[in-house]
């Protein structure tokens, strides 16, 4: 079957917050869903739960557990066990759940920057320090890549955690197994418990390939903290569906010590969806792939043509382009010129990180005639300005 990710669907009274965020003259090219209709398997698996009229709390699905232990092994070669895997309702929430097992109050992590939000809130959730290790942006690779002699050199008897974003959001970077066994070779040296949010690990481009750190060797997999969803994959992440990986007992007590009386579980109903992502999502995850492989070129081709003062990166995975627009030499931030002058969405770089306000972020998760009226509307506003 061929799924149309071409098609527009008007999200307008959905309560999407992607569309809802802006006034409604503005392309919303933002937070981190997409515009495209889930695939079938998974309306109908909600419609299966939904012929039982009784929405109880919910245990964690052993079908769908065994569905991830097999996507391990299937996708990494990677052997968990059942028992490592525990259901949460969002990744954010897991690993603010995860510095609460790990860290006390007083203590810090340890995180790359450009960094998703999140990252920032969740230490200040828990009363606990934020050390920052920018990235630096590598003009001879187009890539930015880790600052390890800073990372090493910032960490201290304080530090507990290593909170890993990869593939990494916004950069777009899948981290190479080099670059994977130097932070675990550190993090175990320096005992820093390593969070992995790899929720990006299934959009990942031509020429690449995801490895989860806890894949690496037995004393990582016993390091590590992973999260992994369906979410971002699979267009439902407002049904919170995700999944923890913690195959060291003892973590995995302390982050069900941490979890209790915060989460009543993951809803049928968003582990009814998942469990059909994870089972028959497979072809349609195929050709949303290739998709936005050609949303990412057809991007980069344009950005570098049509507006070419704005510095992107090569993105290996997400559907996310980080646009340096400090070229553009613009009176106001780029985020509200853009939303002002082009009536087009965008995050703000400086939520990513304070020395980023010069940059954007733009989601191409769209159909291409949405992605191309926007591209165009940026560059006649730049042309105008
Ligand atoms: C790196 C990263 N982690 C987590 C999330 C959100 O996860 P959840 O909706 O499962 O809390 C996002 C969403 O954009 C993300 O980019």
Known sequence: ??????????RHNTNSVKWEYFPPDVLPFWVADTDFAVDPAIIQSIQKRLEH?????????PELINAIVQRMHNFYGWEIGAESVILVPGIVSGFNFAIRAVCKPGENIIFQTPAYPPFFHAPQNNQVGSVLNPMRFNPESDLYEIDFADFESKITPET????????????GRVLSKTELERLG???LERNLVICSDEIHSDIVYSGNHHIPIASLSPDLAQQSITFIAPSKTFNIPGLSCSAAIIQNEALRKDFRRALAGFSSGVSCLAQAAGLAAYTQ?????????AYLEDNRNYLLDFVHREMPAIKTTEIQATFLSWMDCSGLQLPLSPQKFFEEKAKVGLNDGAAFGE?????VRLNFGTSRATLTEALEKMAEAINRS
């Open 1 to 10: 079957m061929k799924f149309n990710f071409d098609q527009i669907i008007d």
């Open 53 to 61: 009229p009784i929405f109880g709390y919910s245990v964690d699905d």
């Open 160 to 171: 507990k955690m290593f909170l890993l974003c990869n593939p990494q959001n916004p950069t």
């Open 185 to 187: 070779n550190i993090c």
């Open 281 to 289: 999502g497979a072809e349609w995850h195929r050709q949303l792939s």
């Open 355 to 359: 020395e980023y306000e010069n940059f």
